[in-house]
């Protein structure tokens, strides 16, 4: 192989691994990784970082376990619209 081509290999492997930078994106990857919905992992980066991950891992974990939920993805998606845990940022609506 030369020069170029283990270049070449080299940036797919990169690509390929995971970065997390924040607190934040662990959270939210760790919540679609339970879920079984890695699809979606930027939304539930994104609502970690807005939220309390820690009560949203929470109720992740708990769905997670609960054998009678066929998406759980969705389920989760309606338990956090319609908790307590979602929270404004004074300014936003």
Request: proline letters at 2%; aromatic letters at 8%; hydrophobic letters at 35%.
């Amino acid at each position: 192989m030369g020069l170029k081509e283990n270049y070449l290999k080299e940036l797919k492997k990169r690509a390929a691994e995971s970065r997390v930078y924040k607190k934040y994106q662990l959270f939210g990857l760790e919540i679609a990784s339970l879920l079984g919905d890695e699809k979606h992992k930027s939304l539930y980066i994104k609502l970690a970082k807005e939220n309390n991950p820690e009560k949203l891992l929470g109720i992740a974990k708990k769905i997670s376990e609960n054998k009678n939920v066929k998406n759980k993805g969705a389920y989760f998606m309606t338990i956090v619209k319609t908790s307590v845990i979602r929270h404004k940022t004074p300014g936003r609506k």
